[in-house]
């Protein structure tokens, strides 16, 4: 087990922190810490965790905690770490700091931007700044990352693709932001109490944002030039989110095919960072709670300017998710782990596989086959539509089922319903059952099958063979699998649906997995 250790653990990332680190099966935390409530319980702080943490609050002495655990986790304000780091601490734990005191390598930018003389710059160099989705290979021989700020987080994924790609013209590049109130703390301010801030929006630190100068450290690495932006954030009465809305000009002769290809080609391995379907704009709702980052863009060519979009959990992935999945790279760890939500971590049972393919039958280039497969033959029941006129997938589900039929698989594509198609649908709902089920070496009566899409449009035999035979080599039983897998029947969905409960009958531990679709 990791033994971690927090300090400043009853701030709102600190108990984030706790939140995450609680269900990551690989962590034990040892180190609850806290100036303000020392020798106090835990839960009593947060009785969200009360009966479930039993430890008491200690302070902040670093080098004592550095003795008790592999890692640290410092969600300090501005001045702290900088201020009790030594090489004795980092010689014996990795450190993880949510601070800015190690994310701006000019030490004078630091001191400008914060007003605080930094105490400990000989680390500035060794510190890796921990947006993870560009510098995991760095992070993973890090003693110390410096953890991004929540702003400069979703202003950087959101626009970095064309930054790096050089498609925008970063001289013109307007950075407007939208953040919910935890960002200001646990701390009793007046502009933070309810009756300021509920049913009023309002600009703050115009021109003078301590995140700016981070987001162009960060933009003009990718970019391989000096950046230099406006970036103006707004207080709106949410919790969590964060919403960015950035414009920049872009380059002549740039098409929006390029734009977009940015997006795909940049973040198509990345789990946490997911480019909504063209003209979806991004919503704080849909990231609560969670570790990703939704991000889109839009062309204007009225204007010849780009609109790039995300929204982020400020509290997850904009603090505490982030610090989890830096140390899970730092730890040779799925950087999933602990980050996932319950039902995630469900979606694919132990007896059963799952895959996605690229057949090429959505017109968008995206995965638009599913499988789901089990050695086993299993019962099966269903519902079915009461329509009139019934799609060929549902006649043949329906006849497996009268016929109390067991089954291996269920093949799933999402781009053509294969719904008023007549006898060719059905004989092409066939074809697909059975070119699976000759991959898998079942009977063809022992695949069921399901599509969605547009309707009154035939299936085509040649992507069909291609998804089977793609579905074949991508089988597998881990989380992603079955996570791929839901993201390919999407149509209008904005994101995947899956769901996951486990329960105990009669000495036995039931799982029970879920996928579909809808807007």
Known sequence: MIKAGIIGATGYA???????????????????????????????????????????CKGDDLEKLAEEA??????????????????????????????????????????KWYGIKHKSPQ???????GLCELNRDKVKKARLVANPGCYPTCSTLSIYPLAKAGLIDMSTLIIDAKSGTSGAGRGAKVPNLYCEVNENIKAYGVATHRHTP??????????????????????????????????ASYKEGVTEEQIRKAYEDAYKDEYFVRVLEPGVCPETKWVEGSNFVDVNVKVDERTHRVIMMGAMDKITKGAAGQAVQNMNIMFG??????????????????????????AGIKYQGRTDMALVYTKEPAVFAGTFTTNVVKAAPVQWDKSLLEKKQKVHAVVLNSGIANACTGEEGKELNRYMASVVAKNLQVQTEEVLTASTGVIGMQLAKEPLKKGADLLKENLGDNVEKGHDAAKAIMTTDTVSKEAGVSFEAEGTTIHVGGMSKGS
């Not at 162009?216 to 809305?245: D, K, W, Y």
């Open 14 to 56: 600190g108990q984030e922190l706790v939140r995450l680190l609680l269900q990551h099966k690989d962590v034990d935390i040892v180190w609850y810490g806290s100036r303000s409530y020392v020798d106090q319980k835990f839960s009593s702080v947060f009785g969200n965790v009360f009966k479930i943490v039993e430890d008491i």
């Open 214 to 247: 981070e987001i162009e450290e960060q933009l003009g690495c990718a970019s391989g030039g000096q950046v230099t932006l406006n970036f103006t954030p707004h207080l709106i009465p949410m919790n969590r989110g964060i919403l960015i809305t950035a414009y």
């Open 333 to 358: 760890l799925s950087e999933q782990e602990g980050l996932r939500l319950r039902s995630e971590e469900r979606r694919v049972g132990k007896e059963f596989m799952a895959a996605s393919a690229q």
């Open 70 to 111: 592999d890692v640290i986790f410092t969600a300090t304000p501005q001045g702290y770490l900088a201020g009790v780091l030594t090489e004795s601490v980092l010689s014996k734990a990795k450190v993880i700091d949510l601070s800015a005191d190690y994310r701006i390598k000019d030490v004078a930018t630091y001191e």
């Open 123 to 129: 680390f500035i160099d060794e510190a890796v700044y």
